[in-house]
């Protein structure tokens, strides 16, 4: 089984495209989606090769900007990327475009302000993004090189920009594809997924400026439709409790619960929990400590793509102490998250 680093699980698509309660037109979309996003997947394949070929052969990284640019492209309904070019988009009269310029430029100076880092690579690269991808196509991904966003179907999905974290968490796709390079398949490719969710729901406690108790841990609630609101679905996914009724997505809450071959959507629900757990045990700003222990643990350790979450855990736990030393909280919080996952 293969899957493509996309917001919305390749198991929901199918599902949803076989609801009977839901429209002809509906389930057709989330078909086309499925076929789409599946092709999508050796591009973004063939790019991370590019990335790891080009970091092992590199001698020295020049930054390419003080800042990242962002530059935005409308399909107009096209499969064509990256599209038309957007002038000005700031001031777009394309609500999309003018919005996922704001929020991708605020995702930047997340990453700037919080971490040290300058665009997802590091080195300020460019920050490219197509809006009204296809028709009525639902999902929203990093191919490896771009953000491409989708409509949604209207009914299930809206627009996939209308949702903070879900720009954050395909970012930090890129992000992750430059520094831990993950394989996107087992243990690796859920905390793939994890890395996403967490640093996704971290930018938008942030941009909120939510303490942890605060912070919903809500992933994709802004990007429900009226018939999945309908349904009693107010989330994709959901940190703090990934195996609700209410998510459209559930996953499992245990590590032992996690199985060779799993969808890395599901697979990263247990690490999503230990983060959540561990931020809401210390207390205050998810991105503070915890989220700066993440962070580091992502980017400080070389391309790893086997990494799984034991090690993951416990580099975790190392890099508690020794950032932290003088603050056992600290390191108290990180272990009683992964010990609520069992591990």
Not at 122 to 144: C, D, I, K, P
Not at 183 to 208: A, H, I, T, V
Request: glycine residues 10%; charged residues 20%.
């Amino acid at each position: 089984m293969t899957y493509s680093c996309c917001l919305v699980p390749r198991d929901v698509l199918a599902r949803l495209s076989s609801d009977p309660s839901l429209s002809a037109t509906s389930r057709k979309a989330f078909l086309d989606t499925i076929q789409i996003s599946h092709e999508m997947r050796d591009l973004r394949v063939q790019a991370t090769r590019m990335t790891s070929v080009a970091f092992a052969h590199a001698t020295a990284l020049t930054a390419l900007a003080l800042a990242p640019s962002v530059t935005i492209y409308d399909c107009k309904g096209t499969q064509s990327l990256p599209g038309t070019p957007v002038p000005n988009p700031g001031k777009a009269a394309d609500p999309a475009a003018k919005r996922v310029f704001g929020t991708t430029s605020e995702v930047a100076e997340f990453f700037a302000k919080v971490f040290g880092r300058n665009s997802i690579d590091g080195e300020g690269m460019t920050l490219m993004s197509s809006v009204h991808f296809g028709q009525r196509y639902n999902n929203a991904m990093w191919n490896g090189l771009q953000m491409i966003y989708g409509d949604g179907d209207g009914q299930i999905f809206v627009d996939f920009t209308a949702g903070t974290d879900v720009i954050a968490h395909e970012l930090t796709h890129g992000v992750t594809q430059h520094s831990l390079q993950l394989d996107y398949s087992d243990e690796p490719g859920g905390l793939n997924e994890s890395m996403s969710d967490c640093f996704g729901s971290m930018f938008r406690q942030w941009k909120l400026k939510q303490d942890v108790t605060q912070a919903d841990w809500l992933i994709g609630a802004d990007i429900l439709g009226p018939a999945a609101k309908a349904k009693g679905f107010t989330c994709l996914r959901d940190m703090a409790d990934p195996a609700g009724r209410h998510c459209l997505s559930p996953q499992p809450t245990l590590y032992a619960q996690v199985r060779p071959g799993m969808d890395p959507h599901a697979a990263s629900g247990p690490p999503n929990l230990a983060f959540c757990t561990a931020a809401k045990t210390l207390g205050g700003k998810s991105w503070d400590q915890v989220g700066q222990i993440w962070y580091a643990a992502l980017t400080g350790w070389g391309a790893r793509p086997k990494t799984g979450m034991k090690d993951f855990a416990a580099r975790t736990r190392q890099l508690a102490q020794t950032m932290y030393p003088g603050a056992p909280p600290v390191a108290a919080a990180v272990d009683a998250g992964w010990r609520k996952v069992g591990l």
